[in-house]
C-alpha cells in the first residue's frame, strides 16, 4: 500500500507571497493541494459522487529550441478529478516560467515533460496513480481557436433582487410535485475571491439537469450568493454541484463553469452525475 505524506495547506503556497521567479525548468515548483478537505466541508466522505476533470489553459508557454531560439504554444491541460490533488495556480505558473530560458529538443520534449510533471503532482499519494492529459498548440494553429459562450438560457435575463453574498443553498428549490424537465441554464455572474489571497475570480456557469424543475430566480440568487466567497474554482464548482445534487433532486446534473484568466492561466471545472464526453476547451469572450 501507498504510503500518503503530509499534504500541503493552501497557507503553505506562494499565493500571496513575493516569489522569485526562476526561468530554468524546475519540476519541484509545482505545490500540490488535497481536495480532501475541501470535500469533506461540503459532505463528501471517499469517493466523490460525481465525474469530470478540471480543464486548464496555460497562455503564456514558451521554451528554448535546441538552437536558443524562443518557441511559444498555448497548452490545454486536463486534470481528472478523480486525482486526490489539485496544483495550487500560483505555482504552476511559476513552474511554467522555469521553461522560459530552458533548451528543449521540440514541443514534443516539452509536452512530455508537462504531463509527467502535472500527472505526479496531481496524483501524489494515490495507489493507482495515471496521467493528465496535455496538448500543445503552436502558433500555426492559434487562429483555430474558437471563442464561444456557454449553451443554455440565461439566467441573468431575471430581474431579482439580490442580497446575500455567502454560499445560501437554502435558496435553491424545486417543484418535486410536477413533471420533470430537461434544461440549460447559464450565467455570467458567478464570481468568488481566491481562498489565500482574496482577490476576485470571475466566472460563467452551465447548468445541466434533467429532474424536477429548479426555480430559476432562486437559482441565480444562490449564484450570486457566491460573491464574497473565498475558495478555488475547483471548490466552488463543487460546492455548487452538491447544493444542487441534495437540494433539487436532480436526476441527472452536470456543472461547469469558465474562469477568467489570472497569471496567463484559466481553469475550467466540469463536474457530472454521469459519465459523459468532456466538452471542448473553448474559451468565452471574457477569457
Known sequence: MTCTPAMNTPEQSQLGRASAYADHYDASLLFPIARAGKRAEIGIAGAAPFFGADLWT???LSWLNARGKPQVALAHITVPCETPNIVESKSFKLYL???NNTRFADAAEVQ???RADISEAVWRGAEHPAT???KLIGPDLFDREPVHELDGLSLDRLDV???????APDLLTAAFGEAPVSEVL????LKSNCLVTGQPDWGSVQ??????Q???EGLLQYLVSFRSHNEFHEQCVERIFMDVWTRCKPIKLTVYARYTRRGGLDINPLRTSHPQQLPANTRTARQ
Open 132 to 134: 493528465v492529459g496535455v
Open 161 to 167: 433582487e439580490c442580497t446575500r453574498y455567502q454560499p
Open 214 to 216: 429548479i426555480n430559476q
Open 186 to 189: 447559464t450565467s455570467n455572474l
Open 58 to 60: 496555460a497562455f503564456e
Open 112 to 114: 512530455a515533460r508537462i
Open 207 to 212: 447548468i445541466s439537469y434533467s429532474g424536477p
Open 97 to 99: 516560467n522555469s521553461f
